[in-house]
């Protein structure tokens, strides 16, 4: 069978299928990386027009990765697909709690999924931090509760939960949220590779900045 | 903000959203639960037509988890997606070689990717065992080939890899390989969650065979 086995080929090819599908948006190179990164990890062009983000994500995402922010998943599967190599680099470190004994506790006890509990624990660890939910619409719904009623103030929510319950609610009150630069999609769509996707996307930009 | 906290709430109301997609397409009761992981896992009702299983995939990758069989992965993700607590109890554990120094060398060497370098490293104990790919299509290609040229028998294939190249290819060679029980996702879509989705939910199929 003959295909392509170079990991940097495949990669070239993929972000040049991609393009013709952003053409046109009226996207900053930027942003075509982002919206590339996230297409190219769902397969899936349709979610070019679906992609939201305020105008100062990026750059403020960015300034925080470079002065070495942490950053905070909901689940182990955001937690897995950010390349922490990259971000240990710029001295940020990913936080995950959902395996936590103790968030478990509370989670049984309160009656809430176990990812809420989790950015309830993190509180005002969350300052300053990019936040990255690829899984619990409960859990981005518990961050814009923490920003609204207890003066949270993460730097970037790249919140990009998934499902068919709350998901799509979710992803809407973080667009209309007003204070927290975000990137979002949409709709159901979304997951931990998209959401790992976004960031990965933003420390790569970080680099070809440098180089 | 009012929304569902309750996980248990959130995966029937889920379920009953994704049913009335099913409907009509001649699955029978443990085909529609895969499905519905799957497309839970996505947040995307347009996986329903996509997905292509042979009629043996899920009775023969149920018999051999009951049976304590291995879990072989091409990336840490899918390895993070897959519930290990439950595979543990049948007696499987799950394996990936992707961050493998030695992997990595041959990768390098031999300028193919480190997913494909990793299912090479597996050889014969892919023997009985289940495959799940869920990023990689050049690991997807390898594991055919070792079908192919030199014997190695996997219980069942969940190849869902993503992406523009190679992906869709991949994948169509999977579900015409004629020898190995398969499950897959026509196209480019697809990825880590969507195939430890296909996976976890065979494994509660066979709690549910026990309740």
Same mark, same amino acid.
């Given at each position: 069978?003959?295909?392509?086995?170079?990991?940097?080929?495949?990669?070239?090819?993929?972000?040049?299928?991609?393009?013709?599908?952003?053409?046109?948006?009226?996207?900053?190179?930027?942003?075509?990386?982002? @919206?590339?990164?996230?297409?190219?990890?769902?397969?899936?062009?349709? @979610?070019?027009?679906?992609?939201?983000?305020?105008?100062?994500?990026?750059?403020?995402?960015?300034?925080?990765?470079?002065?070495?922010?942490?950053? @905070?998943?909901?689940?182990?599967?955001?937690?897995?697909?950010?390349?922490?190599?990259?971000?240990?680099?710029?001295?940020?470190?990913?936080?995950?709690?959902?395996?936590?004994?103790?968030?478990?506790?509370?989670?049984?006890?309160?009656?809430?999924?176990?990812?809420?509990?989790?950015?309830?624990?993190?509180?005002?660890?969350?300052?300053?931090?990019?936040?990255?939910?690829?899984?619990?619409?409960?859990?981005?719904?518990?961050?814009?509760?923490?920003?609204?009623?207890?003066?949270?103030?993460?730097?970037?929510?790249?919140?990009?939960?998934?499902?068919?319950?709350?998901?799509?609610?979710?992803?809407?009150?973080?667009?209309?949220?007003?204070?927290?630069?975000?990137?979002?999609?949409?709709?159901?769509?979304?997951?931990?590779?998209?959401?790992?996707?976004?960031?990965?996307?933003?420390?790569?930009?970080?680099?070809?900045?440098?180089?």
């Amino acid at each position: 069978m003959e295909f392509i086995k170079k990991p940097m080929d495949i990669e070239t090819r993929s972000m040049e299928i991609i393009a013709p599908h952003l053409a046109g948006m009226g996207l900053d190179e930027k942003a075509v990386k982002v @919206y590339s990164r996230i297409i190219h990890a769902a397969g899936d062009v349709e @979610y070019a027009p679906l992609i939201r983000m305020s105008d100062d994500a990026i750059d403020k995402a960015m300034a925080s990765l470079r002065s070495g922010c942490d950053i @905070y998943t909901d689940v182990e599967m955001v937690r897995t697909g950010i390349n922490k190599r990259k971000l240990a680099s710029f001295g940020g470190q990913v936080h995950c709690l959902i395996a936590d004994p103790s968030v478990a506790e509370t989670a049984k006890k309160q009656g809430i999924t176990r990812s809420m509990a989790a950015m309830r624990q993190f509180g005002r660890s969350l300052d300053g931090s990019i936040i990255a939910i690829g899984n619990a619409p409960t859990a981005l719904f518990e961050v814009l509760r923490l920003v609204e009623e207890e003066g949270i103030r993460p730097s970037c929510i790249v919140g990009i939960p998934v499902g068919f319950v709350g998901a799509a609610d979710s992803k809407q009150a973080l667009a209309e949220n007003g204070r927290i630069p975000y990137i979002t999609v949409k709709g159901t769509k979304g997951g931990s590779p998209i959401a790992a996707a976004a960031v990965n996307a933003m420390m790569y930009l970080i680099n070809n900045d440098r180089g």
